[in-house]
């Protein structure tokens, strides 16, 4: 399907908006990306005030950028979650929504923003009955990063120069107590293993085989990091299993996400699969080794990292859907166990290798004097 002319027509001489409303709920990757979007706005318009209607979770990571107007909802309180959002907005009007989101969360908390143009997603990429609460579209273009895809709005509204900033600062306490975990400028494997999609995870022995062959080949420190779950704690306490005999720092369960921010400030390097922390790291210049099996890197991995990813996804296509990816349509995810399997050990140590010889100064040269 096509988009329709409608869709195709910028607003290309729209005057600042004094008001502008951005609904993105979830998750922490995707509100990472929009960060580069906050930026360019406030670079761009910079006397427009800016609303962010966002997921209480995401709010603990994205509540470090200063002056942006945070609206919080609660997805775990249910209708009473959109009472509360409907009551802090109560008052309040836009002169623009940016409809980001393509679920249906997104959309009933939309119905608490009063807003005269509401623009959303082209025909193509809507889903859960976007068009009803839009009235605009931007145009559709195919085979895009999504953080690509959120410019697009930006476009439609002739915004055409892009900020690829994911600035947020860090509280000092939270750099004092990363000191405490890792003194030091030693180099360090951070590996956060484990996605909020179990399918996205690798199995346990990968990581240790990975891990070892970084404090064997680079005598590199390696570092568990991630959440409270008892997923993430089996995740981890399996990977220590694999590597008798072998230390690693176990942080998993210790760090919040301004933390965690910290951590990946004294990293050399990010292991892990399709998750939240792989697009965080962009936030300190951290580089991702990124598993991908399930979805596809160039779809949705690490945006400053895509060449640094180890692509399970496209052998997964041939191999399990028995086609090739791009005869797929664009954003289809694996739903099987097997895909992360085709995401090789060998190549991670090899990316590995690589990363760390990118980042070793070559020995100065010395010449004789004649």
């Known amino acids: 399907m096509g988009s329709s002319r409608s869709e195709q027509t910028a607003a290309a001489c729209l005057p600042q908006p004094r008001r502008v409303c951005l609904i993105r709920l979830s998750a922490l990757g995707d509100v990472t990306h929009l960060l580069p979007i906050v930026h360019t706005l406030r670079q761009v318009w910079p006397e427009t005030a800016v609303t962010w209607v966002i997921g209480r979770r995401e709010y603990r990571l994205a509540s470090l950028l200063p002056d942006i107007d945070f609206r919080v909802l609660d ?6 979650g959109y009472r509360n959002l409907r009551r802090d907005l109560l008052g309040d009007s ?8 393509v679920s249906m969360r997104a959309h009933l908390a939309s119905l608490c923003v009063r807003a005269q143009r509401r623009l959303g997603y082209d025909t193509v990429r809507a889903r859960d009955l976007h068009g009803l609460f839009v009235n605009e579209r931007i145009p559709h273009r195919d085979r895009e990063h999504v953080l ?4 697009g709005f930006l476009e439609h509204l002739g915004i055409h120069e892009r900020h690829m900033d994911w600035t947020l600062p860090i509280p000092a306490a939270d750099r004092c107590w990363a000191e405490r975990q890792l003194p030091g400028a030693h180099p360090t494997l951070l590996i956060s293993p484990a996605s909020s999609v179990a399918l996205r995870n690798w199995p346990a022995g990968h990581y240790a085989a990975v ?6 080949s680079h005598g590199m420190r390696v570092v568990l990091c991630g959440g409270p779950s008892a997923a993430e704690r089996a995740l981890a306490d399996a990977i220590k299993a694999a590597m008798p005999g072998r230390t690693l720092i176990d942080l998993v369960g210790r760090d919040t996400l301004p933390r965690l921010l910290a951590l990946f400030e004294r990293a050399t390097v990010l292991l892990g699969p399709d998750s939240g922390p792989a697009h965080m790291a962009a936030i300190t210049d ?11 890197p160039a779809r949705c991995g690490p945006y400053k990292s895509i060449d640094w990813c180890v692509d399970g996804y496209t052998p997964a296509c041939e191999q399990i859907l028995g086609c090739p ?3 797929l349509p664009w954003g289809t995810r694996i739903e099987s166990h097997d895909a992360m399997r085709m995401v090789p050990v060998a190549a991670v140590c090899e ?9 070793t100064p070559e020995p100065a040269r010395h010449t004789r004097s004649a």
Do not use: C, E
């Not at 891990?211 to 064997?216: I, L, T, V």
């Not at 990316?351 to 980042?359: E, M, T, W």
């Open 211 to 216: 891990a070892a062959h970084a404090q064997r």
């Open 148 to 151: 690509d895809a959120q410019f």
């Open 351 to 359: 990316q590995l290798d690589r990363l760390i010889a990118a980042q």
């Open 325 to 327: 990816a791009s005869a």
């Open 94 to 101: 836009f002169d623009l929504l940016l409809l980001m989101q």
């Open 286 to 296: 951290t580089p991702v080794i990124g598993l991908y099996g399930v979805s596809n």
């Open 75 to 80: 997805k775990n309180a249910g209708w009473r």
